[in-house]
């Protein structure tokens, strides 16, 4: 079966009576997780961008809290949990800016958390590859917010 395009879709739903889209919405809310993390972002969190992304700092903050200590190959795959977390919630909102301030946060915590990662090969390509991320960001944001960011951005480098 072919999924239809947006449009098509959005013409159907122009057409659809209000209590038919609401049932559409919560179906499609428990069909999937990712469905019902997006959707509750629209309703409750995408009013207050700074609080959903102070959150997410919080989360990121408790992810390094529970990393392991001393075994590298459960260090890095606890950081790459962390990294999926933080594309999936930069999925759901279209500030460049909330991406760019979770990413480097991440960068931040990963250099005062004491980690060792620029011995690791691994570590280290996965620190890179997010600097890399920040610096394409940074490009696509406003030229007055690109100054801050890129200083920020130097001190991680």
């Known amino acids: 079966m072919k999924a239809a395009s947006i449009s098509e879709l959005k013409q159907e739903l122009v057409t659809l009576p209000p209590k038919t889209v609401l049932e559409l919405c919560l179906k499609l809310a428990k ?3 990712e469905n019902k993390e997006l959707l509750s972002y629209l309703l409750f969190e995408a009013h207050n961008e700074e609080g959903y992304v ?4 919080k989360e990121i903050n408790d992810g390094f809290w529970n990393l392991p200590r001393g075994n590298m190959y459960l260090i890095k795959k606890g950081l ?7 594309a999936k919630y930069s999925k759901h909102t279209v500030k460049k800016e909330s991406e760019l301030e979770m990413l480097i946060h991440f960068c931040k915590n990963l250099h005062n958390s004491g980690i060792r990662f620029r011995t690791n090969k691994a570590l ?8 890399k991320k920040l610096n394409t960001l940074v490009e696509q944001v406003h030229e007055d917010l690109r100054f801050d960011y890129k200083k920020q951005l130097e001190e991680l480098g």
């Open 124 to 131: 280290s390509n996965l620190y890179e590859m997010q600097l």
């Open 31 to 33: 069909f999937k997780k």
């Open 54 to 57: 102070e959150e997410i700092k």
């Open 80 to 86: 790459r949990k962390i990294l999926r977390s933080i």
